[in-house]
């Protein structure tokens, strides 16, 4: 049963609304969750859908008596009602103003033709709903599609490139600090939504490697003096953008 009929069940249930409420200390507050404010959210999502559905329609430029027939038939057939329920069901789940976004705009994708396929179109509201906001975030602002090295140093995994210009902004030697800025570390979450879109073939690992002997190196300058910094990193992982990757962050870039 969807989320939507267990709630549409619950408003109408004043026996299901009554054991609900009888739960202690916080019976009351979750009943006024799911039949007042939940209902409200819903809608408020469901509105936010079509606003930025219209203002996608709209900005389509639609000029010619052929396009405007041939964008009502494509809307006016059992695909494209199976794929606007599909996104109105994923859109009231999403608190991310980003992500309803997104999803108007693959609808508004499909309904133009610039994706054919609407196979691809669902595909795509699925892997919208399947991805936090923090991770489609996150692949959107990749600089040219690149994912940058990751290095494991003193038990933390950093992005080399930002914690280096930290090191030599300060002038440290990383051999004698005993631990990393938490701002430059890669946290928990970071870890698991790699793992997240690896398992969705939106990324891949190219280069595990593990060394007992790996080595970096940077110069710290002074007036006076250089001196070149090498140490030894206890990992490195490299990733890459498979091709759905791509093209899902053509449709998320503009968004977040």
């Not at 019976?27 to 006024?32: N, P, T, V």
């Not at 608190?95 to 669902?122: F, M």
């Amino acid at each position: 049963m969807s989320i939507e009929k267990s709630l549409e069940r619950y408003s109408n249930s004043a026996y299901i609304r009554a054991v609900v409420t009888a739960i202690p200390y916080i019976g009351s507050a979750l009943d006024i969750l799911l039949y007042e404010k939940g209902s409200k959210w819903r809608q408020e999502r469901f509105n936010q859908m079509i606003e930025a559905l219209s203002n996608e329609i709209e900005e389509l430029g639609i000029a010619s008596d052929e396009i405007i027939e041939s964008l009502n038939a494509k809307i006016d057939s059992e695909e494209f009602y199976d794929l606007f329920i599909q996104a109105s069901q994923n859109a009231t789940k999403e608190k991310s103003e980003e992500k309803i976004a997104t999803i108007s705009h693959i609808l508004a994708g499909y309904s133009s033709g610039e994706i054919n396929e609407v196979d691809e179109a669902s595909l795509l509201l699925d892997l919208v709903s399947e991805i936090s906001a923090y991770s489609c975030k996150w692949l959107s602002k990749l600089s040219q599609n690149q994912i940058p090295d990751y290095y494991k140093i003193k038990g933390k995994y950093v992005v080399w490139e930002d914690y280096e210009k930290f090191l030599i902004s300060n002038y440290l030697d990383i051999r004698k600090e005993k631990s990393i800025p938490p701002e430059y570390t890669i946290s928990d979450l970071q870890i698991y939504s790699f793992q997240r879109l690896e398992d969705l073939h939106l990324i891949r690992k190219t280069e595990i490697n593990t060394y007992s002997g790996g080595k970096i190196s940077y110069i710290l300058k002074r007036p006076s003096q250089s001196s070149t910094i090498h140490f030894t990193y206890e990992e490195k992982i490299s990733y890459q953008i498979d091709s759905l990757g791509h093209l899902f962050i053509e449709w998320i870039k503009d968004q977040f």
